[in-house]
């Protein structure tokens, strides 16, 4: 805890103890808001990459289960990607037309 706070929760003082709470609690609340967004911007952003490889977006809602991400990483290294695989299609295809 921040020495402040444990200096003023020690303290007789029962408004200094309400006024250190507010801004500790302010504080958290802050903390809890600003990460919880930068969260669900991460996780936007893996959802559009994944369905740029041809995957289902939903995906990345792994992120939200402890080592989830550890498991996607290793699964989208060694898994065939939609992509390229239609890529490679593709290619074969106007291939075979020339």
């Given at each position: 805890?921040?020495?402040?706070?444990?200096?003023?929760?020690?303290?007789?003082?029962?408004?200094?103890?309400?006024?250190?709470?507010?801004?500790?609690?302010?504080?958290?609340?802050?903390?809890?808001?600003?990460?919880?967004?930068?969260?669900?911007?991460?996780?936007?952003?893996?959802?559009?990459?994944?369905?740029?490889?041809?995957?289902?977006?939903?995906?990345?809602?792994?992120?939200?289960?402890?080592?989830?991400h550890v498991v996607l990483l290793i699964?989208?290294?060694?898994?065939?990607?939609?992509?390229?695989?239609?890529?490679?299609?593709?290619?074969?295809?106007?291939?075979?037309?020339?």
């Open positions: 805890m921040n020495p402040f706070a444990v200096l003023v929760l020690q303290s007789d003082n029962t408004a200094a103890q309400a006024a250190a709470l507010a801004i500790i609690g302010t504080f958290w609340l802050l903390f809890l808001v600003i990460g919880l967004l930068i969260a669900a911007f991460l996780i936007y952003c893996l959802w559009r990459i994944l369905e740029k490889a041809g995957f289902p977006g939903a995906l990345a809602l792994l992120n939200l289960i402890p080592l989830g699964w989208l290294a060694f898994a065939e990607w939609p992509v390229l695989q239609r890529a490679n299609t593709g290619t074969q295809a106007m291939t075979a037309v020339r």
